[in-house]
C-alpha cells in the first residue's frame, strides 16, 4: 500500500516535469539508503542515467517557460511524462524499503500502467490549461504557471518518498486545482467567444 502511495505521488509529479521525480529517485536510490532499486531498475541511478535526465530537466525548464514553445513542448511530453510516470511507479513499488509486498514485485507491470494513468491525466490538465493561460496574460502566465508546477513536482515527489500516507491528500489538492483551473480556463473561453460574437472584428486566432 505504502508504495502504491509513492508511485502515486511520483507519477502525478511526472505529469507536471517528466524528469524531475525521475531525477530524485535516481539521486536518492544513489547516494542514500532511502530508496534500493531493484536490479532490473538499477539503471536509473547510474552516472549516464543521471546526467542525462539532468540536461532533460534544465531543457525542460527553459522551454516550458516560453509561450507558444511551452505548447508545443507539452505536445512532445505527451508520450514522455506518462512514460515517465510509470517507470518511477514501476520502480518505487518494486523497492524494497517502502513495501515487502511480493505481489508488487512480481507484477510491475501494474504499476506501470497505473503510473501511466495518473500520470496521463495530470499532464492533459496541464496541457489542456496552458494555451488559456499564455492567452489570458499575453504570454507573461507561461514563466509563472511553469515555476508552479516545477515547485509542485518538486514537493509531490518528496511527499510521495518521505510522507507517503499524505499524497492522497496532495493528489486531492492537486485535483482541486486542476479542477478550478479548468472551470476559469473554459470561463475565459466563453467570454472571449461572446465578446468574438458581439463583434466580429476581433480576431482571436
Known amino acids: 500500500m505504502i508504495a502504491a502511495l509513492t508511485g502515486m505521488g511520483l507519477s502525478a509529479a511526472a505529469g507536471l516535469n517528466a524528469y524531475i521525480p525521475f531525477l530524485i529517485v535516481a539521486?536518492?536510490?544513489?547516494?542514500?539508503?532511502?530508496?534500493?532499486?531493484?536490479?532490473?531498475?538499477?539503471?536509473?541511478?547510474?552516472?549516464w542515467a543521471i546526467a542525462g535526465g539532468t540536461v532533460l530537466l534544465l531543457t525542460e525548464v527553459v522551454l516550458d517557460k516560453i509561450p507558444a514553445v511551452d505548447t508545443i513542448n507539452d505536445a512532445v511530453q505527451t508520450f514522455i511524462r506518462p512514460s515517465m510516470g510509470g517507470l518511477v511507479f514501476a520502480a518505487t513499488s518494486a523497492a524494497e524499503q517502502l513495501d515487502n509486498s511480493a505481489w508488487m514485485k512480481e507484477n510491475a507491470w501494474v504499476g506501470v500502467i497505473l503510473g501511466i494513468i495518473v500520470s496521463g491525466l495530470v499532464h492533459t490538465g496541464k496541457a489542456a490549461a496552458r494555451p488559456a493561460i499564455n492567452a489570458g496574460t499575453l504570454g507573461a502566465g507561461a514563466?509563472?504557471?511553469?515555476?508552479?508546477?516545477?515547485g509542485t513536482s518538486i514537493a509531490l515527489s518528496l511527499i510521495a518518498i518521505f510522507l507517503p500516507l499524505l499524497v492522497?491528500?496532495?493528489?486531492?489538492?492537486?485535483?482541486?486545482?486542476?479542477?478550478l483551473l479548468w472551470r476559469r480556463v473554459r470561463a475565459w473561453k466563453k467570454r472571449r467567444q461572446r465578446r468574438a460574437d458581439d463583434d466580429p472584428t476581433i480576431s482571436y486566432a
Open 143 to 150: 514563466p509563472v504557471a511553469s515555476t508552479v508546477e516545477d
Open 27 to 47: 539521486l536518492l536510490a544513489r547516494f542514500t539508503d532511502v530508496l534500493t532499486l531493484p536490479a532490473s531498475f538499477a539503471w536509473i541511478e547510474s552516472w
Open 168 to 179: 492522497i491528500v496532495a493528489l486531492v489538492l492537486l485535483a482541486i486545482a486542476l479542477f
